[in-house]
């Protein structure tokens, strides 16, 4: 996740894996971090209409990546 943020010129600051999901602190460009403010700030709304788990499953096809469901959420 690290190469990522680095990717579009950002740090990661901090991590913190959790069963089903990671927490990440990271210091974004001036050019990405209004949207990733947005984006943090609609999750509730986001998630009534796709949880957590219909948006990993759509992006990881949607990137070609492959997964077996049984060790996703177990």
């Known amino acids: ?4 943020v680095r990717e579009i010129g950002g740090a990661l600051r901090a991590a913190n894996a959790r069963p ?3 927490h990440l602190l990271c210091s974004l460009p ?3 971090a209004p949207s990733v ?6 999750q509730e709304k986001h998630h009534r209409r796709m949880t957590l788990q219909e948006e990993l499953i759509a992006f990881l096809k ?3 990546i ?3 469901e049984r ?3 177990s």
């Open 1 to 4: 996740m690290g190469g990522i």
């Open 20 to 22: 089903d999901h990671v």
């Open 30 to 32: 001036p050019t990405v």
């Open 37 to 42: 403010t947005r984006y943090i700030g609609d």
């Open 62 to 64: 949607k990137n070609g």
């Open 66 to 68: 492959p997964y077996d």
């Open 71 to 73: 060790y996703i959420w």
